[in-house]
């Protein structure tokens, strides 16, 4: 019998899909893993999102970013699950109430979304900045590597914070691709991305701001091809 790291009730291990693809890894029982909305391909090409209609393979969000950057620096994002209410109280609990415990969730289907797509890739975290991470206590992002994609801490943010993103308006993320805040960590050299497929994991994949910012650091320093992998797509 497992406990779920959710509703903490208690549940037997049965047989499944995910059992076969991850043996011990389950974290969550059926009835809360059901309640996740999974992403599966019908959405936008490049992020994933929900497209307006059905012959629409480019959401307009991506037709914007690639006339705005004069040809998009992100060359897909792939999102797990879609941003629903459920998702987002999990997410609620491990980012801003320090349930860090809730990471391991999606540990197991990271890891297997990496695997399955990225293999080749070098996997970066979007870090946090010097207060963000003091008060926080932990980076989401990183937790979510533990374990199986070694050094992840390539990349490393400004001491000033502009601000939690989640309190900004679209209009306002969107307008920080002007700015950067992510620079190469200290002992990383700068040929390391040389010619490397990268790709960078985060939480939740809102506007793309964020991996996009994180995405021209790369590409500058060398980087042949960047992508993102996210739980979320909002």
């Not at 019998?1 to 693809?21: E, P, Q, Y």
């Not at 980012?95 to 890739?121: N, S």
Request: with cysteine; hydrophobic share 35%; aromatic share 10%.
């Amino acid at each position: 019998m497992r406990r779920c790291i959710i509703c903490h009730v208690s549940f037997r291990t049965a047989m499944s899909f995910r059992m076969l693809m991850d043996p011990g890894e389950e974290k969550m029982c059926e009835q809360c893993y059901e309640k996740l909305e999974a992403i599966e391909g019908s959405g936008c090409q490049r992020c994933g999102s929900k497209v307006v209609h059905e012959k629409q393979e480019i959401c307009y969000d991506c037709v914007r970013w690639s006339k705005m950057l004069e040809g998009d620096v992100l060359e897909r994002n792939y999102s797990l699950f879609y941003y629903n209410d459920f998702l987002k109280g999990i997410l609620a609990d491990y980012k801003y109430r320090g349930d860090v415990a809730l990471h391991e969730c999606f540990v197991a289907v990271m890891r297997r979304a990496y695997r399955k797509t990225f293999a080749h890739c070098i996997p970066v975290a979007i870090p946090l900045s010097p207060e963000r991470l003091k008060e926080r206590g932990f980076n989401q992002a990183a937790l979510l590597a533990r374990n199986w994609a070694g050094r992840v801490t390539w990349l490393q943010r400004a001491t000033s914070d502009s601000g939690k993103q989640s309190k900004k308006t679209r209009r306002q993320r969107i307008a920080l691709i002007k700015e950067n805040p992510f620079k190469l960590a200290s002992d990383v050299e700068p040929a390391y991305f040389s010619g490397k497929s990268v790709v960078i994991m985060d939480d939740i994949y809102t506007t793309g701001t964020t991996v996009r910012q994180a995405a021209r650091v790369l590409i500058k320093y060398g980087a042949q091809s960047v992508s993102s992998l996210t739980i979320a797509r909002s």
